[in-house]
């Protein structure tokens, strides 16, 4: 990509860490609320997205938010770790994380949770630890750590992935993963 396409990046940083042990290990009140009454949910997630990135209620919803869609992964909670995705999500995986027989391009639901299946049973510890997201208004940029044990050799794992979304009435619509941030940035116009 030229140098004249890009853009310097003009978003609003915030630092994540997974919920407390406890809390990581069921659901919350406001999840379980949200499985429930979906479209309350989409409600609040439409008038979500319409916040400016510096405001304050959107920074503390997406901070609460992104670090509980890593837990649900880790507990395994699909129904939970699906709720900000939208039921036609388009998902690209990082292109030297993809298994030999899959897909580079996931398209629903149950395609993306097939991306994710692969990964569990090569390591069943899989675990995604949240470190930070670049809020860029109707796209955002979550850096996280993939830890985790081979099932099979049992050597640890420790990757750090750039997960970049696009938003759409306040569910991602199109998610792509890169192994490194600059080129992450650089696929969608922007560098530091």
Same mark, same amino acid.
């Given at each position: 990509?030229?140098?004249?396409?890009?853009?310097?990046?003009?978003?609003?940083?915030?630092?994540?860490?997974?919920?407390g042990a406890r809390a990581s290990e069921r659901r919350?009140?406001?999840? @379980? $609320?949200?499985? +429930? *009454?979906?479209?309350?949910? /989409?409600?609040? #997630? &439409?008038?979500?997205? @319409? $916040?400016?990135? +510096? *405001?304050?209620?959107?920074? /503390?919803?997406? #901070? &609460?938010?992104?670090? @509980?869609?890593?837990?649900? *992964?880790?507990?395994?909670?699909?129904?939970?770790?699906?709720?900000?995705?939208?039921?036609?999500?388009? *998902?690209?995986?990082?292109?030297?994380?993809?298994?030999?027989?899959?897909?580079?391009?996931?398209?629903?639901?149950?395609?993306?949770?097939?991306?994710?299946?692969?990964?569990?049973?090569?390591?069943?510890?899989?675990?995604?630890?949240?470190?930070?997201?670049?809020?860029?208004?109707?796209?955002?940029?979550?850096?996280?750590?993939?830890?985790?044990?081979?099932?099979?050799?049992?050597?640890?794992?420790?990757?750090?992935?750039?997960?970049?979304?696009?938003?759409?009435?306040?569910?991602?619509?199109?998610?792509?993963?890169?192994?490194?941030?600059?080129?992450?940035?650089?696929?969608?116009?922007?560098?530091?």
């Amino acid at each position: 990509m030229s140098l004249q396409n890009v853009e310097p990046v003009r978003g609003v940083r915030t630092q994540l860490s997974l919920p407390g042990a406890r809390a990581s290990e069921r659901r919350a009140v406001d999840e @379980r $609320l949200s499985l +429930r *009454f979906p479209a309350a949910y /989409a409600l609040v #997630a &439409r008038t979500w997205a @319409r $916040l400016p990135p +510096r *405001f304050w209620l959107r920074r /503390a919803m997406l #901070a &609460r938010a992104l670090p @509980r869609t890593c837990a649900a *992964f880790n507990r395994r909670d699909f129904a939970a770790f699906l709720l900000g995705i939208d039921p036609g999500v388009e *998902f690209r995986g990082a292109r030297d994380l993809l298994g030999p027989d899959q897909a580079e391009v996931a398209r629903g639901h149950e395609d993306y949770l097939e991306f994710f299946r692969y990964w569990i049973n090569a390591f069943d510890d899989l675990r995604y630890e949240p470190e930070e997201v670049l809020d860029l208004g109707d796209k955002f940029l979550v850096t996280v750590q993939l830890r985790g044990h081979g099932l099979g050799s049992g050597i640890a794992v420790s990757q750090r992935l750039f997960t970049f979304s696009h938003v759409q009435r306040g569910l991602v619509v199109k998610q792509e993963n890169f192994l490194d941030r600059s080129k992450a940035l650089e696929a969608v116009g922007l560098s530091e």
